[in-house]
């Protein structure tokens, strides 16, 4: 089956907190080389720096088909939110994209899926494409909620104005227990709840065949074939690999030939 252009692989590096001015500048440098666009017909590919190097990005990035986003916005427009980071400042930065509801996000800062959702909606009135991030805990795998958990993730995306956006949302499921623990969800298990994201944003009125669903989760060049051959896998959200460029261009490389 040919894919949708909807479809077409996504692969986002998201950096966390790390990084230098300088240490970043080499990474940079090699991601410009080594995906060359060739590569890029098969697959698109975005960085997510944090904030204080988004500049430093777009300066290097900037002339390429590389993309890059945030980690996190706002889920206010703008005014006396101290800390907080708008999304049309993202936009203004040259971002394409932002991660909403990290699990990283909603354990340390008790980030809710109804803020998940508003977030989103500052970000589409933006005109920034979201990431939303979904996953269960070893706790809620283990006592067979995987999918009642992530279906109240994704119930308050149901009132979205980009319910009728085809494209326009991008999902993440990263199962908690696989996130920097070296341990990656098997590309069974991975498409098993990939599909159930897909058939419940379908219900929920999204157009299900236009959504791209990443997986993320300890994604290393080795397993990123088998996981990217599942049909329901649409690419990765990367972490620490991002950090490797060597690493993440082979992993881009397998899912623009997957
Ligand atoms: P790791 O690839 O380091 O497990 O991180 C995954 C992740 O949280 C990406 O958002």
Redesign the pocket.
Known sequence: MQRQDARKPLVVG?WKMNGTLGANEPLLAALRAGLDAALLTGVEVAVLPPYPYLAQVSAWLGETPLSWGAQDVAAYAEGAYTGEVSAAMLRDLGCRWV?VG?S?RRALLGETSEQVAVKIEQALKAGLQPIA?VGETLADREQGLTESVIAAQLAPLARLACVGMPGQLVL?Y?PVW????GRTASPEQAQAVHAFIRAALSAAGFDGAALRILY????KAASAPALFAMPDINGG?????SLVADEFIAICRSAASA
């Open positions: 998201n991660t990290h990283e991030c993440a990263e696989a996130i920097g623990t993320g989760g300890s994604v959200l990367i972490g620490g690999a």
